[in-house]
C-alpha cells in the first residue's frame, strides 16, 4: 500500500499512526509509540536520496512532497520511492534532507511529546546506517564513513537556515570497527525495549548498553 510522505506531518494521520503503533507494540505511552515509529520511519525516508546518491553519484529528492512510502496494512514501513532528482553537489542533498527531517521531527514530537533532538539523534543515526548499507554493496564500506562526514558538514550549514531546527550539526553520524567490520556507533535510542511487546530487548546496537556488552553481542551478530 503506497503512502505519501506528507503524511508524517499531518496531525490527524499521526494521531491515527499513534494508534496503530499502540496495536503493533502495546500500550506504551506516546512518546515511547512515537519515538519507534520515527525509528523506522526515517530509516526508510532518506533510503531514496542516499543509495543513488553512493551507488551513483547523484541523490533523488528526499523532499515529502516527492517521496512515498510502501507500507504494510498495519502500518509498517517498508521502502520508498523519490518521484525528483537532486543534482550531484553534496550540499543540495544536505540541505533537502534537513529540511524534510526538521520538518517530520516537528511533527513527531508535537504529536508524540517525544524530545526533537532525541528524534534527530535517530535521523542522523539512521543516515549512517543507509550510507554503511549502500557502501557495503559496493564493496567500499569505508567510503560510507568519509561521505558521512562530508555530507554532515553540509547538513550542519544547512541547518542555520531552518528557523527554530534544534539540531546544530551534533550528534553527527559516528562509527567503529568491531571484529574488523565498520558499523555505526548511534548515539540515538528507540526506546523499543520499553513497549510491552518487546519489554526489555534491546536492540543489538543500542547505546543504552555497557561498550562490553554491545561489542559482545555486535560481534556475536556479526562474527570473528
Known amino acids: 500500500m503506497e503512502l505519501p510522505a506528507t503524511s ?6 499521526l494521531a491515527d499512526d499513534l494508534r496503530r503503533a499502540r496495536r503493533l507494540h502495546g500500550p506504551a ?7 519507534i515509529r520515527w525509528y523506522s520511519a526515517s530509516s526508510v525516508l532518506v533510503a531514496p536520496a542516499l543509495e543513488p546518491w553512493v551507488h551513483t553519484g547523484v541523490a533523488r529528492d528526499p ?16 521502502d520508498a520511492y523519490s518521484t525528483r532528482t537532486l543534482g550531484p553537489a ?27 533532538r532525541a528524534l534527530w539523534a ?6 549512517a546506517n543507509r550510507l554503511l548499507w549502500a557502501g557495503s554493496t559496493t564493496g567500499d564500506a569505508d567510503a560510507a564513513k568519509r561521505s558521512a562526514e562530508e555530507l554532515a558538514e553540509h547538513m550542519a550549514h544547512a541547518a542555520h537556515d531552518v528557523p527554530g531546527c534544534v539540531w546544530n550539526g551534533s550528534p553527527r553520524p559516528r ?6 567490520r565498520l558499523v555505526v556507533r548511534r ?12 519489554l526489555g530487548a534491546k536492540c543489538v546496537s543500542c547505546p543504552r548498553q555497557t561498550p562490553t556488552e ?3 553481542r555486535l560481534r556475536t551478530l556479526l562474527g570473528p
Open 90 to 116: 553534496p550540499g543540495e542533498l544536505a540541505a533537502a534532507l534537513v529540511r524534510t527531517i526538521d520538518a517530520v521531527v516537528t511533527a513527531f514530537s508535537r504529536a508524540s511529546g517525544a524530545s526533537p
Open 214 to 216: 554491545r561489542e559482545r
Open 187 to 198: 548515539s540515538s535510542c528507540c526506546l523499543v525495549y520499553e513497549a510491552p511487546a518487546t
Open 63 to 78: 523532499a515529502l512532497d516527492a517521496v512515498t512510502f510502501d507500507i504494510t496494512d498495519d502500518g509498517r514501513f517498508l
Open 29 to 35: 505511552g506516546p512518546v515511547v509509540l512515537g519515538t
Open 8 to 13: 508524517l506531518t499531518d496531525p490527524a494521520w
Open 122 to 127: 535517530i535521523a542522523i543515526d539512521s543516515i
Open 175 to 180: 562509527f567503529t570497527t568491531v571484529g574488523g
